[in-house]
């Protein structure tokens, strides 16, 4: 059997939507499997010399987990990997290897998970259901504890990616996070992750005041002074922009009457249609 599972990037938090709003992108991961190879792993693009090939990546990972839960041994098989998604750049690329893992085992396995199900096995990987629910149904999802809504964004929506030559970890990113919050900015996130899917959804030329937060952004540009500097020029620019997941990458949203500024040496710009479907697996 041989099987390839496709998985969008994905930015997540999209300002004031901390751990809830995920936002799919037209940057794909792509993971085959054949079982009637031999059991090697390896790997090309972003990250290819420095994945682990023992077994001990996210991807394999996830296909034993997912086969734990099902109760199915696995059977061996060589694991090849394409990353396009940029490694610790908070733009997925471990979301796309938990969701590309688990939908494998589960079409490998004929174990007939359920999306909710797929979510619920990766949030047990990944501690937060912000990246996967998005990697899962695609287009912007918002992710409330008891499941999960998937809306279309508005057409208009161009999101771009400014991507640093610079990496941060998630765990290092959510480390520098206050706790606990003051009631004042739980409310200001409140209000704002409120509007943001107004403007995302229907009212985009809303997004230069919607995306404000103060749970997280103003920490995670601190351990990247140079990436906070570029987000502030945004700002000053009237560019809708927020921290991409836990970062160092931003996002902003390209409009007809406001263009992004080039940041110059060391980055990355990667203008991103919005990705209208998840993670899928093709066979053969």
Do not use: Y
């Not at 696995?74 to 394409?82: D, E, I, Q, Y």
């Not at 140079?226 to 160092?248: I, T």
């Amino acid at each position: 059997m041989r099987l390839t599972a496709r998985i969008p990037a994905t930015s997540a938090n999209l300002g004031p939507g901390f751990d809830c709003f995920g936002l799919a992108l037209d940057l794909w991961n792509e993971v085959t499997i054949d079982t009637e190879a031999k059991a090697v792993v390896t790997w090309e693009g972003e990250g290819a010399d420095e994945l682990p090939a023992n077994g001990t990546d996210m991807v394999s990972r996830a296909l034993l987990h997912a086969a734990r839960a099902g109760g199915a041994p696995l059977p061996s098989f060589a694991l090849h990997g394409v990353n396009r998604i940029p490694l610790e750049r908070g733009l997925g690329s471990s979301a796309a290897a938990c969701v590309g893992g688990i939908s494998l085992a589960d079409r490998m396995l004929d174990l007939g998970l359920e999306p909710e199900e797929i979510l619920e096995l990766a949030v047990e990987m990944e501690g937060h259901p912000d990246n996967a629910a998005a990697a899962i149904a695609g287009g912007f999802t918002i992710a409330f504890g008891d499941g999960v809504i998937r809306l279309d964004p508005h057409p208009s929506i161009r999101p771009v990616a400014l991507v640093p030559d610079i990496r941060l970890a998630t765990t290092e990113a959510r480390a520098a996070l206050a706790d606990p919050i003051a009631r004042v900015d739980a409310v200001f996130n409140s209000a704002h992750a409120a509007a943001t899917v107004v403007a995302l959804t229907s009212e985009p030329a809303l997004l230069t005041q919607t995306l404000g937060d103060r749970l997280h952004q103003d920490a995670r540009l601190a351990l990247s002074p140079g990436v906070e500097g570029v987000f502030r020029d945004l700002q000053a620019a009237g560019v809708p922009v927020c921290v991409s997941g836990a970062g160092p990458t931003l996002l902003a949203f390209e409009q007809d009457d406001v263009s992004i500024p080039d940041p110059g040496e060391g980055w990355r710009v990667l203008r991103l249609a919005v990705a209208p479907a998840g993670v899928q697996v093709i066979e053969g």
